[in-house]
């Protein structure tokens, strides 16, 4: 692939409104008989890749899922709390298709693709339809309809939700689809299994290598098509609300086997986070956005206050986000409500000195009762209670922001195809629909999208199209791949130097966090490409990776993805320097106007896709795809 | 409210079960615990003495989890005889080491059923759960076909019933806890869940009929009705799902159609 290769994103031609419906007619379809003949890989078992093996499955291919857990069940989209968006207008509150799409581009601080979003508003709603159809038990009110909350960046109720595990609930209907599939014959369940390569023939993704988990052998497996669906890569910063097992790996993988990396600076830091306790901590908690419908977020007018919350009178209270957003308050959207909690913090309002914000029901337990509260938050208020021992019922929470989702990914086009033919991308994985920033329960939203109704019918169309000879695992490209793995897996275990994977993971993330974070200037992220270079060469050299290759070695696993994130961080970094602007959660301290971020949409108008020069010593080329705003006015984004 | 500033360190001793593998024969061994916060939780206590552990050469302590905030179902093991530890309603990813003395020694060991292979020390096998789900655990209902959302209200009471049973998040402390290792609260819970919804009526019956059939094949023991995995359960799901299903089995097996047979089906 050269330097000048030029993205195209296939958009379909058209009034918005059709794009996706003509799309639809225009695809070539694979005749029923014929779609057993044909195999599909998926990679990742959470709500976009079960809800693609799913629906797959059921159209007749042969798909084999992979996952690294023990269970698909604990893919991580199962940790998601508050809700999932549709453009039901259920509450007749002045919601539709239109007021969706518009909402998540804005959100996305104009840096979506229109016509990706928009199709994305139109089946968010066929989304509920299936949800419910299997049984998963979203909230209800009195009369049996089904009840929605508000989410941040959007001035009506179309958040679905139950209670706070509204990820718990979407997957196990996704999931519970699968296994439906499962028993039928058509998905193949490949538990405790890693990818580790992508193998391309003749140009096209025709298969991937993985490692068992539990024995170590590294496993060959071919396909017509390839899906990724591997999630997010916020673990890049170590401490992060990312489940432990969450990496950039398999995406990192197929960007080195050439596919475009897309936007890897728009990460999203959410602003409601329980604080990090101590220097062991290992992991942060979320604490759903949904809290803030009845939360109210305030700090000390007084800089240096160590008062607890109690001793300080209603009139020395700062409710910032209700000041400075009157029209959204508590629910402004995550990226703005994450940077007026650092700058207050930063001049030294946090919650008794500390790095913290408070997050108070009291006004909504006077108004509503605390059974209302309990009812609508419980477990989250539980959850809160164990982690710190405080109780929110009596006390404001403390909380902070904390890096959450990422929404950049690799490059998809239209129809979720990277830039190697016969790799498509779902989920969180690509970089698709959030622009520079992600809007509170859009993400379940998007994963099951993408899942339900996209890939089964651009797969199809690309199979449709596309010359596919029958591979055997014993072709070259196989071998190649499968010793690659192998040789990286030896090289980590014969380092055997002095420092734990853990420690390296640690410092990574402390760079990345001071340096690529909520905040962001040249110098520092200057800084940080030469640090991560000699943490990278560090790594390679004085890693200590007990254990041995086959069997279970769940150290080496841990390097594996350690080692790719190092690689990342530095092209995170990249990304976030030559992006001479402010959007979304990318905010360049140099592009400001009062505390707000400043776009350049004369030079950066555009998604920026990294193509990998194969090595980590070689620096990455830079695409751009020109970002074209036909149907939402480009204009200064503002929640005032 | 206090910081941790003025909370003091614990020291521990763990008694720790070591297996290599489910072949090989397994052991107790002794680690300490030094200099513990007690904000920290449980795994990343053993995070830290993991870490000593690989720095002196050893194999550290294997053992399951994900996303450390109570929800996923990976981590569980037994401390102490008890199935995510000695705090109720609560996974031991969210189990935080306020609630140990200083000094304490604490037994460690793997949930233990023969349906719930030992892959090494304290990490288990549960995928007999996975099969038990795809035995029926699931409403067919094909991506495309399904009507308006709101096309079926449901009264409340049901819905928050079915969510309550759904709630299960299958990390097999009830097995554990079981002195039958039986997965009928696991496997109630999810015929429960599906029965209560006008959309799961149609698979009723079978659903119910499969999954406890399958729940025996994997060699899960049978249910004596004591409560004891109810009460280790960390979603605390009820033993009503228990009695539910045992009904809900009786039922299907009197009204279980026979499939029509004969005719032009053409």
Request: glycine residues 8%.
């Amino acid at each position: 692939m050269s330097s000048n290769y030029k993205l195209d994103s296939k958009i379909p031609s058209g009034p918005i409104e059709s794009k996706w419906t003509n799309h639809k007619f225009n695809i070539k379809l694979v005749n029923p008989a014929n779609k057993r003949k044909y195999n599909v890989i998926v990679v990742g078992t959470g709500l976009a890749g079960a809800s693609a093996a799913a629906s797959l499955g059921e159209l007749g291919y042969q798909v084999k899922a992979f996952c690294t857990h023990e269970s698909p069940r604990r893919a991580h989209s199962v940790a998601a709390q508050g809700g999932i968006n549709a453009a039901k207008n259920y509450q007749n509150d002045g919601d539709s298709v239109q007021r969706l799409f518009y909402d998540t581009i804005k959100g996305g601080d104009f840096r979506a693709r229109e016509a990706n979003v928009h199709r994305l508003a139109e089946v968010s709603v066929n989304i509920i339809d299936q949800a419910v159809a299997q049984g998963v038990p979203l909230a209800r009110e009195y009369g049996g309809l089904l009840a929605n909350r508000s989410f941040g960046g959007a001035q009506v109720s179309r958040t679905f939700y139950a209670r706070g595990q509204t990820g718990q609930q979407l997957l196990l209907g996704a999931y519970s689809g699968m296994m439906r599939q499962v028993d039928s014959g058509n998905v193949q369940l490949m538990n405790l299994r890693e990818m580790l390569d992508l193998v391309v023939v003749d140009g096209k993704a025709r298969g991937i290598i993985a490692r068992n988990l539990l024995t170590g052998e590294i496993e060959s497996h071919e396909a017509d098509a390839v899906i990724l669906a591997s999630g997010g890569y916020s673990n890049v910063f170590y401490l992060s609300t990312n489940a432990m097992a969450c990496s950039v790996t398999a995406n990192w993988k197929a960007h080195k086997r050439g596919a475009f990396f897309a936007n890897p600076c728009y990460t999203q830091i959410h602003p409601t986070c329980i604080p990090v306790h101590g220097v062991n901590q290992s992991k942060l908690t979320l604490m759903s956005e949904s809290l803030r419908n009845d939360g109210r977020v305030w700090v000390s007018k007084i800089k240096g206050d160590k008062r607890p919350p109690a001793q300080i009178p209603e009139n020395e209270r700062d409710y910032y986000l209700e000041r400075i957003y009157p029209s959204f308050g508590n629910l402004a959207p995550r990226d703005v409500s994450s940077r007026q909690a650092k700058f207050l913090v930063d001049q030294g309002h946090g919650a008794m000195g500390e790095q913290a914000v408070y997050l108070d029901f009291e006004n909504s337990i006077k108004r509503l009762g605390e059974d209302k509260i309990a009812e609508r938050y419980g477990n989250l208020f539980q959850m809160y209670d164990k982690i710190t021992g405080e109780n929110p019922y009596k006390q404001p929470m403390r909380i902070y922001p904390a890096p959450h989702y990422t929404m950049g990914g690799l490059w998809v086009d239209y129809n979720l195809e990277s830039t190697v033919p016969g790799l498509f991308v779902a989920g969180e994985a690509n970089f698709s629909d959030h622009g520079a920033n992600r809007l509170g329960a859009s993400a379940l939203m998007q994963g099951l999208a993408d899942g339900y109704f996209v890939l089964p019918y651009t797969l199809g169309n690309y199979i449709a199209n596309t010359k596919l000879e029958k591979v055997q695992i014993t072709h070259d490209a196989f071998k190649e791949a499968a010793s690659t793995v192998t040789k990286n897996t030896e090289k980590l275990l014969s380092i055997k130097g002095s420092k734990t994977v853990e420690s390296f993971h640690k410092r990574l993330g402390l760079i990345m966090w001071n340096k690529c974070g909520m905040s962001r200037t040249r110098e520092g992220l200057t800084e940080a490409i030469s640090e991560i270079k000699k943490l990278r060469q560090e790594f390679h050299s004085e890693v200590l990776v007990p254990g041995a290759s086959n069997g279970i070695n769940l150290e080496l696993e841990k390097a594996n993805r350690v080692a790719d994130f190092i690689e990342l961080g530095e092209l995170m970094c990249r990304d976030a320097l030559v992006r001479e602007e402010s959007c979304g959660g990318h905010f360049r301290e140099e592009h400001q106007v009062d505390g707000e971020a400043k776009r350049d949409d004369e030079k950066f108008c555009h998604a920026a896709a990294w193509e990998w020069k194969g090595s980590a010593e070689k620096e990455q080329v830079r695409h751009q795809e020109e970002l074209k705003f036909e149907n939402v006015k480009l204009a200064t984004r503002s929640y005032k | 409210m206090s910081s941790a500033t003025d909370k003091k360190n614990i020291n521990l001793k763990l008694q720790v079960w070591r297996q290599k593998d489910g072949k090989s024969e397994g052991l107790f061994t002794t680690y300490d615990a030094q200099q513990v916060s007690p904000d920290d939780s449980f795994l990343e206590m053993l995070d830290g003495v993991n870490e000593k552990i690989i720095k002196n050469g050893g194999q550290p302590i294997a053992f399951d989890h994900d996303c450390r905030e109570g929800i996923c179902g990976s981590c569980g093991f037994m401390i102490d005889g008890n199935a995510h530890g000695p705090q109720k309603g609560t996974t031991v990813c969210q189990l935080h080491m306020r609630n140990f003395k200083d000094g304490q020694t604490i037994v460690l060991e793997p949930f233990r059923a023969k349906a719930f292979p030992i892959i090494k020390d304290l990490y288990v096998d549960r995928t007999a759960f996975d099969r038990i789900i795809e035995a029926g655990g699931y409403i067919s209902s094909n991506t495309g076909s399904a009507p308006d959302a709101n096309a079926v209200p449901i009264p409340k009471p049901d819905a928050d019933e079915a969510f309550l049973s759904a709630a299960c998040i299958g990390c097999g402390a009830c097995v554990a806890s079981c002195k039958n290792a039986s997965a009928a609260l696991f496997t109630s819970a999810k015929i429960t869940h599906l029965a209560l919804l006008p959309q799961g009526k149609v698979e009723r019956e079978q659903r119910a009929l499969d999954m406890v059939a399958q729940m025996d094949i994997e060699g899960f023991g049978a249910c004596t009705t004591t409560g004891a995995c109810s009460a280790a359960c960390p979603k605390e799901i009820s033993l009503i799902n228990i009695a539910k299903m045992n009904r809900e089995y009786l039922r299907a097996s009197i009204l279980k159609k026979q499939e029509a047979t004969g005719g032009d089906m053409a």
